[in-house]
């Protein structure tokens, strides 16, 4: 029955978001293309976090740094005249899935504190390598080329194509992400999670798992990051600052750890928020943070829990 | 003599002054049922750390099945046939009972990469927790989540998990600790269908189940084993009488 309930809503979800652009056409709001499309870019960073955090309680507060990997594999070969798009996105995978392999080589020796205090310090490190890149705009960072070129009719310059391509990588990992939790691989590190000294008792050896977990979440951020520098047409090393982890993490836990579903709509809610308080007043962050707070209090598994009536399902 | 499937030769573990294992040597047979017992403190549980690869020893060695393990960190073990219950309970409280035994059955099948196909679904997993979960009494609960299960429940679920591991050898520690009356003898007479099938090792306080289960009991004080024998050779060892059982004839209860 929450199989079914989950269907829908994701259905529903779906439905809603391939509906913005003719919508935002009718309205002529095409402010609104741009604001959904950034919304699913920051969700598909989200349910990547979600993926290691929701369900293998690994608190990674470096998240960002694949953001920032990923739109810089996108900037420099554009800033240098490559723009083939199959090239940059390739690379923004590739190389945030190594350095997901080294950081979490090193934090998933630890735990707790240590560990959210070692990702943390990974993520600053590639914030300040960013700001010493100094060919490529150093703190200021620099503007876009060109957006990635993939030839035939896919082509980001026009709003709606890049509008459809975004939302069809974000429900191809949702739908990937889904199997990938359910799976054998899925149960271990969701085991480990739970008790993994049980875990290990009856015979698995979760770090490997776990790892694997890690460099499949950093590949899929980077893979947000390569369309996040297309989204804005301009790259700093903002994009890897600690607070827009917090910011990452803030999304997956409004809208429901350990769902998938849940952060996408914590991005979109998050990120609304943003526009229309921000609208309203420089201090929007103060209404921001007790709202966080008021869900954590209330709703463990956050927005989609509400909406699913299962807020204290787990135990 | 039987054969050995569990040598401890001098194991020896210390806790900055505390000597908790003091050169412990100790063979279990293939197939009996070996009961620890001491007072506490003794050591017992730090013993089934170390036995279980948790722990580390200072000295000693420790072969399991012909094999020296000493080195093997504990899901190494768990998968050469070593399963364990643990003294505070220890399940998946947030998975359903047939989860919980499934993924025993899966951490010892392999395959572990496999990222596509439902694990709930696979009967591979399924069937062989069920039956297991039938044999601890358990199989009316399958779908309950562990966390809302009896304690006396979920003590039956650690040891269908271990059980779904088809060890070789199982290192209980205080499998009826906490329990009341009625659930203590039921979790007795499961552990009696399982002895001679396979090789116990019992760590207990509760001497009412030691005594009818035990094939052996080796007798633990200040980190030593002090003695071992059937029940009536220990129970009437002057050294063990003075020691443990005379001071208080029924401990830890």
């Known amino acids: 029955m929450a199989i079914a309930q989950r269907t829908i809503v994701l259905g529903v979800a779906g439905l809603l978001l391939a509906l913005v652009p003719p919508i935002a056409a009718l309205t002529n709001q095409p402010f609104y293309v741009d604001l959904f499309r950034r919304m699913m870019i920051f969700a598909i960073a989200a349910v990547s976090l979600d993926l290691i955090l929701g369900y293998g309680g690994m608190v990674s507060f470096g998240h960002a740094a694949y953001l920032g ?23 923004a995978i590739v190389a945030s899935a190594l350095t997901a392999l080294v950081m979490g080589a090193i934090s998933l020796r630890t735990s707790g504190v240590y560990f959210i ?62 199997r990938l939790v359910e799976s054998r691989f899925g149960m271990v590190i969701r085991a480990a999670k739970s008790n993994e000294p049980r875990a290990r008792a009856i015979g698995f050896s979760p770090f490997r798992y776990k790892l694997t977990a890690f460099v499949v979440a950093g590949s899929a951020g980077g893979l947000a990051g390569a369309l996040l520098a297309n989204q804005t047409e301009y790259l700093t090393p903002e994009f890897m600052h600690w607070t827009r982890s917090g910011e990452i993490m803030f999304m997956v836990i409004l809208g429901g750890m350990g769902t998938l579903v849940g952060p996408v709509i ?37 927005l989609f829990g509400l909406l699913l009536g299962t807020a204290s399902r787990d135990g | 003599m039987a054969e050995t499937l569990l040598a401890v030769r001098g194991l020896s573990k210390r806790f900055g002054g505390l000597l908790a294992s003091d ?43 012909g094999r020296d393990v000493t080195g093997f960190d504990a899901p190494l073990r768990s998968r050469l046939g070593l399963a364990r219950s643990f003294q505070i309970t220890s399940i998946f409280r947030d998975f359903s ?157």
């Open chain 1, 69 to 91: 990997i990923g739109a810089y594999a996108v900037g420099i070969p554009a800033f240098h005249g490559i723009d083939n798009g199959f090239l940059q996105w390739s690379l």
């Open chain 1, 117 to 178: 205090m070692i990702t943390l310090a990974f993520a600053q490190m590639l914030y300040y390598l960013g700001i010493s890149l100094e060919t490529y705009g150093g703190d200021n960072g620099m503007r876009l080329a060109a957006r990635s070129k993939f030839g035939g009719p896919i082509d980001l310059d026009r709003p709606m194509v890049f509008y459809y391509v975004v939302l069809a990588i974000l429900v191809l990992f949702l739908v990937l992400g889904g």
């Open chain 1, 266 to 302: 914590g991005a979109v809610v998050l990120l609304l928020l943003e526009d229309v308080l921000s609208a309203l007043t420089a201090h929007w962050q103060i209404i921001l943070g007790p709202l966080l707070v008021l869900v954590v209090l209330f709703a463990k598994r956050g």
């Open chain 2, 23 to 65: 050169r412990i040597d100790l063979d279990v047979v293939r197939g009996e049922t070996h009961a620890i017992i001491g007072p506490n403190g003794a050591g017992k549980t730090t013993l089934i750390g170390q036995l279980a690869g948790d722990l580390r020893p200072d000295a000693g060695a420790i072969r399991f099945a």
């Open chain 2, 97 to 253: 009972a047939l989860d919980n035994v499934a993924l025993a059955v899966q951490a010892h099948r392999g395959g572990n990469f496999r990222f596509w196909r439902s694990a709930r679904d696979e009967r591979a997993l399924r069937e062989p927790a069920r039956v297991v979960l039938d044999s601890v009494g358990l199989g009316t609960r399958a779908g309950v989540l562990a966390a809302h299960l009896a304690h006396g429940e979920q003590r039956q679920l650690e040891i269908a998990m271990a059980l779904a591991t088809e060890p070789r050898l199982l290192l209980l520690d205080e499998p009826v600790a906490g329990m009341g009356l009625e659930e203590s003898q039921r979790m007795v007479s499961l552990l009696g269908t399982l002895k001679g099938r396979i090789t116990i090792v019992l760590v207990e306080h509760d001497m009412d189940a030691v005594f009818s289960l035990a094939d052996r009991i080796s007798v633990m004080v200040y980190g030593r084993i002090i003695a071992t024998g059937t029940p009536p050779e220990v129970r009437s060892n002057e050294q063990v009488r003075r020691a443990y059982l005379g001071e208080d004839a029924t401990p830890g209860c």
